[in-house]
């Protein structure tokens, strides 16, 4: 190991370290690990920042600030009047109807304010001994993550594949919607199954004064003020529509234009008085953003310095001469997760990860997609621990156990990773 490397990996782990410290806002430590970089002389400041000029990334922002003013339409609103009917239906078939609800809705909202959303409405639920608010509440939380069965739910990650592999030296990678849909669609089937089944493993119990325990935290959704003119609505809407049309068909458009179109759309928006300029700014540059791109340079650094290559060679000597593509693809997906579970760091671990596997996928010719599409959706299956967000607050307001807790998450975890990685190589290999 080179000093170079040395010095780019130190810099690697105390990002990681003050990520999991939670001392510093989301996304500034690796902003700052890219400033290390180049005062160390590991990077100069175009590879260094070059996450923020990523054609990927700035389609995102774009994307990010347009979908600000969906939330504020009407059709949202209804969505989620429509999830609370779904919440007081009772029995096991409103059991599915409320999971396969969950899954539909969080095709159009997404975050911490959807799940914090669903978990308010299911602790609000009275108790029922045919089927308890205990055995509904974390089945119904994990939901929030098991949809993308629409272009706009994908988008995102497709870009952010596409930048993975495009990092590595691979140009003009591309990822068919259609099949990461099927995957996404695939996965949503077998949750359903393994919720059907599993809610029954969970303790029966009434959970009705968690919410109150846990007031801080389920933040209550306040009453909905329409704030767009019908004009500004279907400005929106036809706005929506484009956005999705322009991420299916981004392949098809010459050069890079496909990229720059939700940045318009979002410009567009801001003009009509939809968003104002903080609401464009705050999307465009949030801290999730932030973190994506500063991560884009941190990977190139480690790239270019052998430091990548040297820990794939060693994952490799460990693997043997010859793995398939799909231990290769789980292997990598493992660590992912894995990591990002006890980081709390999504991008983090993928940019970590990811490139290190494309390169060997490279070096063993086969295609880095499904690695990189496999390891981008582990970096979101980050919940079997219940150390932060989601899980952690599902855990507290359902009173579980942590044993009563992994009953349902471990064998889903495991499932999760599976499906993933199997579809992926069959689908994109």
């Known amino acids: 190991m080179t000093l170079n490397m040395i010095i780019t990996l130190a810099i690697v782990i105390l990002m990681v370290a003050v990520i999991i410290s939670d001392k510093l806002p989301f996304g500034a430590p690796a902003l700052i690990a890219c400033a290390l970089l180049v005062v160390t002389n590991q990077a100069d400041i175009a590879t260094a920042f070059s996450g923020f000029t990523d054609k990927n990334v700035i389609m995102i922002m774009g994307f990010m600030a347009a979908m600000a003013a969906l939330n504020k339409t009407t059709f949202i609103h209804k969505m989620e009047l429509f999830l609370g009917n779904v919440a007081k239906t009772g029995g096991i078939k409103g059991f599915i109807l409320l999971i396969i609800a969950i899954m539909t809705v969080s095709n159009f909202i997404g975050g911490t304010a959807y799940y914090i959303l669903v978990i308010s409405l299911i602790s609000t639920i009275p108790y029922n001994k045919e089927l308890p608010t205990s055995r509904i509440l974390l089945p119904a939380a994990m939901a929030c993550n098991a949809g993308g069965w629409l272009p706009n739910g994908v988008a995102m990650f497709a870009a952010i594949i596409a930048s993975l592999c495009e990092g590595q030296g691979l140009t003009g990678a591309q990822v068919p919607m259609g099949k990461f849909i099927l995957l996404n669609v695939a996965w949503s089937v077998v949750f359903l199954i393994w919720a059907v089944f599993a809610h029954k493993l969970l303790p029966d119990r009434d959970i009705s004064d968690s919410a109150a325990e846990n007031e801080g935290e389920l933040k209550q959704k306040k009453e909905f003020v329409k704030t767009l003119s019908d004009t500004q609505e279907k400005i929106v809407y036809a706005g929506y529509i484009v956005l999705i049309c322009s991420m299916i068909f981004l392949s098809k458009f010459p050069g890079e234009i496909g990229y720059g179109i939700p940045l318009v759309v979002a410009g567009i928006f ?141 064998p889903q975890w495991v499932l999760q990773m599976l499906v993933v990685c199997s579809l992926a190589t069959m689908l994109f290999a």
């Open 270 to 410: 801001l003009c009509c008085g939809i968003i104002n300029f903080k609401e464009f700014l705050n999307n465009m540059f949030s801290p999730v953003l932030i973190m994506m791109a500063s991560v884009i340079g941190v990977a190139a650094a480690m790239s270019n310095c052998g430091l990548s290559a040297f820990i794939g060679n060693g994952i490799a000597g460990i693997l043997g001469a010859n793995p398939s593509l799909f231990v290769l693809v789980l292997v990598f997906a493992v660590l992912t997760s894995v990591m990002a579970t006890f980081t709390g760091a999504s991008f983090g671990s993928l940019f970590i990860f990811a490139p290190i596997g494309i390169t060997l996928c490279m070096q063993y010719g086969y295609s880095p997609i499904p690695l990189a599409l496999a390891c981008t959706k582990a970096a979101w299956i980050n919940y079997f621990m219940p150390i932060d967000g989601m899980p952690a607050l599902t855990m507290g307001v359902g009173k579980y156990k942590l044993t009563e807790f992994w009953k349902f998450v471990i």
